[in-house]
């Protein structure tokens, strides 16, 4: 019983992280469209809850989980947020599902990670959009964020988030 109170909790938790990214999102597939997942994890980068959100976002987390938290072992401190798109070295589907991963911690001592993979409509690339059928590499699908640190201590990291504003289209959405 006390098994499931409490993994009814998490999932709860991640319908709501869900629900507030949504509300809050300035992108129309995010706000409207629902285009995105949420996510929980232990301290050791497992996940132990998921929204009923979209499934191929959702099974590649724990792949993206490991590949991200992996460089960040024990370097993560309250307020930081890692970012990263890069199908290869972050467990991404494709370049344009974005994921945002931040530390919990209480009294000092990290407890759980939480997740969102938000699928941006424009993540640079040779044509407006999702997909180009008719790129012949991958650099021409758009930029690709391996895991770095977006946020440090509640604040943006600028260079980063200058260097992802100036390959992309549509600076206001992201």
């Known amino acids: 019983v006390t098994f499931e109170v409490v993994y009814g909790g998490l999932r709860a938790l991640a319908q709501e992280m869900k629900v507030s990214v949504m509300r809050t999102a300035y992108s129309p597939i995010v706000a409207s469209g629902g285009d995105m997942s949420a996510g929980i994890a232990d301290a050791a980068g497992r996940v132990v809850a998921q929204g009923q959100d979209i499934p191929g976002q959702l099974g590649a987390l724990p792949g ?8 960040w072992h024990g370097k993560l401190e309250q307020g930081d947020v890692l970012i990263g798109n890069d199908p290869y070295l972050c467990g991404s589907n494709h370049v344009n599902d974005v994921c945002l991963v931040m530390p919990m911690f209480v009294d000092g001592k990290l407890l759980a990670y939480s997740c ?30 391996p895991t770095v640190l977006a946020y440090r201590g509640y604040e943006p990291v600028g260079p ?11 600076r206001t959405e992201r």
């Open 64 to 71: 993206s989980l490991d590949a991200m938290l992996a460089p």
């Open 160 to 170: 980063i988030w200058e260097l992802i504003f100036a390959n992309v289209r549509g």
């Open 116 to 145: 969102t993979r938000t699928h941006w409509m424009d993540i640079g690339g040779g044509t407006p959009g999702s997909f180009n059928a008719q790129v012949s590499d991958m650099y021409a699908e758009g930029l690709r964020i």
